[in-house]
């Protein structure tokens, strides 16, 4: 699939085969979504969580950015998109679960850790470096612990501090706050390899990430 000629010859045969076999599926998804978990996760073109997890229509309220980041809990002046879809997930449609799914070779992650666009002008890298600023003290965390070194380990520790910083972020959020502590909410953090296609799931107490 190179274009959208070819994308247009995926969408009829979706409809010849996918949206005629689910037919009884989309009529109930016409009148509404009730979704159970969101899944945050990032913008790049190979890590699409529908396909990972083998979901259905409507099974999983999906959110996607650049390094798959949340910002903390702020109500300033802007246009707050994350903040507005997991006021949405949280509040409107009740989703029991929340994950947060990093992956391998993660541009925004690996731009964090370089800094190779820090002076860049909005348009040209500036907005992506704004952004990233969110992943700074995960970039100190990381150079802390392997210094200059810019190995496929050290990308992937970067990937995973990405992660926790969006669960930490999460947790700013009073309602997230609040349906977490009463058992109503849970949080987890996961990491998709794409070298080997192996899932990892991060363990809450002592934040090591193991094969699913």
């Not at 190979?46 to 949340?70: C, H, K, Y």
Request: proline share 4%.
């Amino acid at each position: 699939m190179t274009d959208f000629t070819d994308m247009l010859a995926g969408y009829r045969r979706f409809r010849e085969t996918g949206w005629a076999q689910q037919r009884g599926r989309w009529d109930e998804l016409n009148e509404g979504q009730s979704p159970r978990v969101m899944v945050i996760a990032c913008s790049d073109s190979r890590v699409d969580p529908t396909q990972i997890f083998d979901s259905s229509p409507g099974e999983i309220f999906v959110v996607r950015n650049v390094a798959a980041l949340v910002p903390p809990f702020e109500t300033t002046p802007g246009h707050h998109g994350v903040s507005a879809a997991l006021e949405f997930a949280v509040q409107v449609l009740k989703v029991g679960e929340i994950v947060v799914m990093g992956h391998g070779k993660c541009g925004g992650c690996k731009a964090a850790l370089s800094h190779d666009l820090k002076d860049a002008e909005p348009g040209d890298g500036g907005f992506i470096h704004a952004w990233i600023e969110l992943l700074d003290d995960a970039r100190e965390t990381v150079i802390a612990a392997h210094g200059d070194e810019r190995s496929d380990a050290v990308e992937r520790a970067m990937e995973q501090e990405a992660v926790k910083v969006s669960l930490a972020n999460l947790r700013t959020f009073p309602c997230v706050r609040s349906k977490e502590r009463k058992g109503e909410l849970k949080l987890v953090g996961a990491f998709f390899a794409i070298a080997d296609g192996q899932l990892h799931v991060m363990d809450e107490q002592s934040g090591i990430f193991s094969p699913a």
